[in-house]
Antibody, heavy 117, light 110 residues
Framework: QVQLVQSGAEVQKPGASVNVSCKAS????????LHWVRQAPGQGLEWMGW????????KYSQKFQGRVTVTRDTSANTAYMVLSSLRSEDTAVYFC???????????WGQGTMVTVS | QSALTQPRSVSGSPGQSVTISCAGT?????????VSWNQQHPGKAPKLVIY???KRPSGVPDRFSGSKSGNTASLTISGLQAEDEADYYC??????????FGGGTKLTVL
């Protein structure tokens, strides 16, 4: 079955960058989009961007444009999200989500806690 | 992109029905058939319960239903059960390959 396994918790200093990975299994990695969504403590979900693993095309929320980069390694069935110029407000749980089979946020990773302090 | 507007909280007794609204604009909810709803229990990842406004993923009980009128989408949960107590988030396609979430609604089963 579909599994999305994310990398472990991170603590970073303000101004640094963080790299969160999302390893996919149970389906053909290049066939379906992967989204990145974050959730600050006690707050709601916030869409950050997505990647088409088949061709590497990306689209980002205007809020994160210029600070976020999503890439993929098809040989490793893994997507990566790098958020740079971190500030305290970026402290959140970061999720990857698979847009399949219903082209919605069908399956979610377990989340990665990123603390900026 | 502004977040979609949801009530902060709703409540109902076991067996009753509750409806959660999700207000957007003609640029998101009103303009596309791509509204989805996710359920999130504390400390857990979200789970998809409705997609394409009215469709239920495999395994989701038919107590969950979705609808849309104009720029507002709704999630109705009938026959409330204790395990339905959770946060619910709507999400809409917003054009140009972007998506937007609602602020979330806390459902309390009394």
């Amino acid at each position: 079955q579909v599994q999305l396994v994310q990398s472990g918790a991170e603590v970073q200093k303000p101004g640094a960058s963080v790299n969160v990975s999302c390893k996919a299994s149970g389906y053909t990695f290049t066939n379906y989009a992967l989204h990145w969504v974050r959730q600050a403590p006690g707050q709601g979900l916030e869409w950050m961007g997505w990647i088409n693993p088949g061709n590497g095309d990306t689209k980002y929320s205007q809020k994160f444009q210029g600070r976020v980069t999503v890439t993929r390694d098809t040989s490793a069935n893994t997507a990566y999200m790098v958020l740079s110029s971190l500030r305290s407000e970026d402290t959140a749980v970061y999720f990857c989500a698979l847009a399949a089979p219903n082209d919605a946020f069908d399956s979610w990773g377990q989340g990665t806690m990123v603390t900026v302090s | 992109q502004s977040a979609l507007t949801q009530p902060r909280s709703v409540s109902g007794s076991p067996g009753q029905s509750v409806t959660i609204s999700c207000a957007g604009t003609s640029s998101d909810v009103g303009g596309y058939k791509y509204v989805s709803w996710n359920q999130q229990h504390p400390g857990k990842a979200p789970k998809l319960v409705i997609y394409d406004v009215t469709k239920r993923p495999s395994g989701v009980p038919d107590r969950f239903s979705g609808s849309k009128s104009g720029n507002t989408a709704s999630l109705t949960i009938s026959g409330l059960q204790a395990e339905d107590e959770a946060d619910y988030y709507c999400c809409s396609y917003a054009g140009s390959y972007t998506w937007v979430f609602g602020g979330g609604t806390k459902l309390t089963v009394l």
